[in-house]
C-alpha cells in the first residue's frame, strides 16, 4: 500500500492566486441575432424512425 500522499494541484504562490481571483468584467453583446436555422432531416433521423416503427410492430405482435 502506498502511504505517500501525491498532491493533484500545484502550489499556487500569492501573485498566482490573486492573478486567478480577479474579477472579470464581461459584457453581452445584445445587438447578435442567432439566425433561425431549421433543423435538417437527414437519413439518420429516417433510418430511426423506420427502425422504431418495426420495433412497435414486433413487440404489438408478441404480446397478441
Do not use: D
Not at 430511426?48 to 412497435?56: D, G, L, V
Amino acid at each position: 500500500m502506498r502511504t505517500e500522499f501525491i498532491s493533484l494541484f500545484a502550489e499556487l504562490n500569492a501573485a498566482e492566486l490573486k492573478s486567478l481571483t480577479n474579477e472579470v468584467k464581461e459584457t453581452i453583446a445584445t445587438t447578435v441575432h442567432p439566425e433561425q436555422v431549421k433543423p435538417v432531416f437527414t437519413t439518420a433521423n429516417l433510418w430511426n424512425i423506420h427502425n422504431m416503427k418495426r420495433s412497435r410492430t414486433i413487440r404489438k405482435s408478441a404480446f397478441s
